[in-house]
């Protein structure tokens, strides 16, 4: 259970965000969501957290900017008391060959994914430092596992996101910090709406379906819970069996 815990889920307004800000608010954990520009959706999502009985707010926040992400961190400090649980969770993705791609499309992605989810574990750390605990769960990808042609900038930025936690999770294991990363493979949202299960890449899943944000919502709860607390620098692949 989660009761009496922080926790602050970036991009939480929609897909595998909002699956798991709901998730960990029926555990018992206060939630905070980060959301890029649909504050309505970001409402929504708390207020179906307070249904749940706990405190939920949310901050509109580009996790690309390291100021910005700052002054959020602490207006969430200032408004919870602190911060317990951190899921690394915004993403974009802007696809193309490499021959073609844009500077500003391998800029934007690598900021986004990889620049934010440092900002964020940059805020957060020394709150889970002073406190001797705390669980940084960052979202990454197969595509960082495997790579994924078509996709130089995702990938790239989702592969960075592993080292960065297996090198976060070094530093501050002496405290009590845990930080692991999740791989999902092709989820249900609207991240990858133009997928339907009868697509080619159907053959490459083993399971032979997509997954449900819920799942990866349950993976994430559980490594927030104590019952992970031996677990860090760990990448779990959630993917159907698509990378093994
Ligand atoms: P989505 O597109 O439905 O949601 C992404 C969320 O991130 C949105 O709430 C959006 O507002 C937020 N966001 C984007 N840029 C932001 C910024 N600069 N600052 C703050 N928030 C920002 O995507 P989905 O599918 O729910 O993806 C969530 C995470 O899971 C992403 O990191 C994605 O790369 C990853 N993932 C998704 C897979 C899938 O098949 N859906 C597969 C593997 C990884």
Redesign the pocket.
């Known amino acids: 259970m989660l009761q009496g815990k922080i926790a602050v889920i970036?991009?939480?307004?929609?897909?595998?965000?909002?699956a798991v800000a709901l998730r960990l608010a029926s555990l018992g954990a206060d939630i905070a969501i980060?959301?890029?520009?649909?504050e309505k959706?970001a409402e929504e999502v708390c207020e179906a957290a307070r249904q749940l009985g706990v405190r939920a707010s949310a901050y509109q926040?580009?996790?690309?900017?390291f100021e910005v992400s700052a002054q959020t961190i602490a207006a969430i400090k200032k408004d919870f008391g602190t911060v317990n649980i951190l899921v690394?969770?915004?993403?974009?993705?802007k696809d193309g060959l490499i021959l073609t791609m844009k500077e500003e499309a391998y800029d934007s992605v690598i900021?986004?994914?990889l620049k934010?989810t440092f900002n964020m574990i940059r805020h957060c750390a020394p709150l889970f430092v002073k406190q001797r605990s705390g669980k940084i769960i960052n979202?990454?990808?197969?595509?960082g596992v495997m790579g994924n042609a078509g996709q130089t900038n995702?990938a790239a930025s989702?592969a960075g996101i592993i080292g960065l936690t297996k090198s976060v999770a070094k530093e501050l294991a002496a405290r009590n910090v845990c930080c692991n990363a999740i791989?999902?493979?092709?989820?249900?949202?609207?991240?990858?709406e133009a997928i339907d299960e009868c697509n080619e890449l159907m053959k490459y899943i083993p399971l032979k379906r997509?997954?449900k944000?819920e799942e990866?919502a349950e993976l994430v709860a559980f490594l927030a819970q104590d019952a992970a607390n031996y677990i860090t620098g760990e990448v779990i692949r959630i993917d159907g069996g698509m990378a093994m």
């Open positions: 970036t991009g939480g307004s929609r897909g595998i965000g909002r980060i959301y890029a520009g649909n959706k926040c580009n996790v690309a900017d690394n969770n915004a993403g974009i993705t900021d986004t994914n934010g979202i990454s990808s197969v595509a995702y989702k791989a999902p493979g092709f989820i249900e949202t609207d991240m990858t997509m997954g944000p990866v």
